[in-house]
């Protein structure tokens, strides 16, 4: 028996099990989505950060990467306790067909792995839903945890899709609404820490300093 996975998040740039054969290509009718919730790895319970899972669309293709893992059922169930582990937010395996950029009617592969989240808050707690960009960009923007930061994770996936030369629109355009938002909490923090000129003032200033305190009091 092959154990092959598909990985279409943090999986395509660190898969972080042995393997032995790695693929790129895609999965049809699915899309990638950041609706999941992450409370242990780059999020908490209070504030989770999202983190991507896919969506059954009919016609989309998903791209990322298959992995195969050969070498008998023991290093298979290393591999596949490895992923349970770090997948645990995903509550459901899906057996898809993975194709190549080579051949667009025919998988190259069947019965391929792919972690999935149900899409229902009550039948699954990490499930968050979607929400408008700017609200997820926040969110992203903001939420770190024992791995890391949110957005970390998002540009990583950016980088990675654009390595393996099938870049992500959704993916870039929430990328970049999360770096408008740090620009923004660049600004923002500008404005409550201003660089303030250490000059020395006169003794006969005195007024004009006191105008000036005046100023900022307002």
């Known amino acids: 028996m092959v154990l092959w996975v598909f990985g279409y998040g943090s999986l395509i740039w660190n898969p972080g099990f042995d393997f032995d ?13 950041f609706d999941l919730g992450c409370i242990d790895h780059r999020g908490t319970p209070e504030h989770p950060a999202r983190t991507c899972t896919l969506e059954q669309s009919t016609g989309a293709i998903c791209w990322g990467a298959a992995y195969c ?8 169930k290393l591999a596949m306790e ?3 582990g770090r997948e645990c937010e995903y509550d459901s395996k899906t057996l898809v067909e993975f194709y ?3 051949d667009t009617t025919k998988p190259i592969l069947t019965g391929v792995i792919v972690f ?10 990490y499930y968050l839903g979607p929400a408008p960009l700017e609200e997820m960009a926040m969110q992203i923007a903001t939420a770190s945890g024992p791995c890391g930061n949110n957005r970390e ?13 099938h870049e992500d629109e959704y993916v ?20 409550w820490n201003p660089v303030v000129s250490h000059v020395s003032i006169k ?10 305190q005046r100023v900022f009091a307002s």
């Open 82 to 84: 490895y992923l349970e």
């Open 172 to 191: 870039i355009e929430l990328a970049n609404e999360v770096r408008k938002h740090l620009d923004l909490t660049k600004e923002v923090m500008a404005l």
């Open 21 to 33: 054969e790695k693929l790129i290509g895609y999965i049809k009718d699915y899309k990638r989505v």
């Open 116 to 125: 999935t989240s149900t899409p229902d808050k009550v039948l699954n707690k």
């Open 153 to 165: 994770y998002l540009f990583k996936l950016e980088k990675a899709m654009h390595d393996i030369e």
């Open 203 to 212: 003794p006969q200033s005195q007024a004009h300093v006191s105008t000036l």
């Open 69 to 76: 893992v050969r070498g008998g059922p023991e290093k298979e």
């Open 100 to 102: 190549s950029e080579t």
